[in-house]
């Protein structure tokens, strides 16, 4: 196989690698994050209420997610679960509180 085309074992991986990795995972996220607090800032007062509701519900769901997963990991009910995954879970949340807003509505 091509040396382009392999895989790198992030176990076995230097610093600097597995460093660049992260951050290449992640900051496209930030920016994404970022790109909601341009659109939030730069809309007229109708759209930024919109957001800023979509955004605290699923805020609000994530906190609630969160409460029962870590006592469920405390009572050993279930395995750790990876908190990178609460990111993607915002965004999921966020999205479906927005096309709850929306769908069915006229106005």
């Known amino acids: 196989m ?4 392999t895989f790198i074992d992030m176990d076995t991986a230097s610093t600097g690698m597995r460093t660049a990795a992260a951050l290449g995972v992640s900051l496209p996220l930030v920016a994404i994050l970022w790109s909601i607090l341009r ?12 957001q800023l509701q979509a955004l605290t519900e699923g805020g609000v769901a994530l906190t609630g997610i969160i409460f029962v997963i870590g006592f469920l990991e405390r ?33």
């Open 2 to 5: 091509p040396a382009a085309l």
């Open 39 to 50: 659109l939030v800032r730069e809309t007229d007062e109708y759209t930024r209420l919109r």
């Open 75 to 107: 009572f050993n009910v279930i395995p750790d679960v990876p908190l990178f995954l609460f990111g993607p879970a915002f965004f999921f949340l966020y999205g479906l509180a927005h096309l709850r807003q929306t769908v069915g509505k006229t106005v």
